[in-house]
């Protein structure tokens, strides 16, 4: 008797979520659909949130514009830096080898003495 009663309560709980599958039931306020496009309140949070953002956004740019101008004083810092030591090879490279320009005309001297 009581395997046949739990057997039958068994069924009828698969037969209700069978049902229920195929037509379900609305939840409780839930009625039509939900035009939040022409609600006053949620608009005016929506537009906050972006107004939020895109402040956000804008003070992120102002950081990268002086992170920009920090790093152009650096680079032209390296530029004079390396000019300079352009210069004193140069020089040091004249003291070497007496001024001898090649690109400008000048001829390697000859091996005397021989």
Not at 15 to 27: A, G, Q, R, Y
Not at 53 to 67: P, R, Y
């Given at each position: 008797?009581?395997?046949?009663?739990?057997?039958?309560?068994?069924?009828?709980?698969?037969?209700l979520s069978f049902l229920d599958f195929i037509n379900p039931s609305?939840?409780?306020?839930?009625?039509?659909?939900?035009?939040?496009?022409?609600?006053?309140?949620?608009?005016?949070?929506?537009?906050?949130?972006?107004?939020?953002?895109?402040?956000?956004?804008?003070?992120?740019?102002?950081?990268?514009?002086e992170d920009i101008k920090i790093l152009s004083g650096i680079v032209?810092?390296?530029?004079?830096?390396?000019?300079?030591?352009?210069?004193?090879?140069?020089?040091?490279?004249?003291?070497?080898?007496?001024?001898?320009?090649?690109?400008?005309?000048?001829?390697?001297?000859?091996?005397?003495?021989?």
């Amino acid at each position: 008797m009581i395997v046949s009663v739990v057997i039958l309560f068994f069924t009828f709980l698969i037969l209700l979520s069978f049902l229920d599958f195929i037509n379900p039931s609305f939840k409780e306020g839930a009625r039509g659909s939900c035009n939040l496009d022409k609600d006053p309140t949620y608009l005016a949070k929506l537009n906050a949130a972006n107004i939020k953002a895109m402040k956000n956004e804008i003070e992120d740019s102002k950081k990268l514009k002086e992170d920009i101008k920090i790093l152009s004083g650096i680079v032209e810092n390296n530029a004079k830096s390396i000019k300079s030591m352009s210069d004193e090879l140069k020089s040091s490279a004249d003291e070497l080898t007496g001024g001898l320009d090649l690109e400008g005309g000048d001829q390697l001297p000859s091996v005397d003495g021989l």
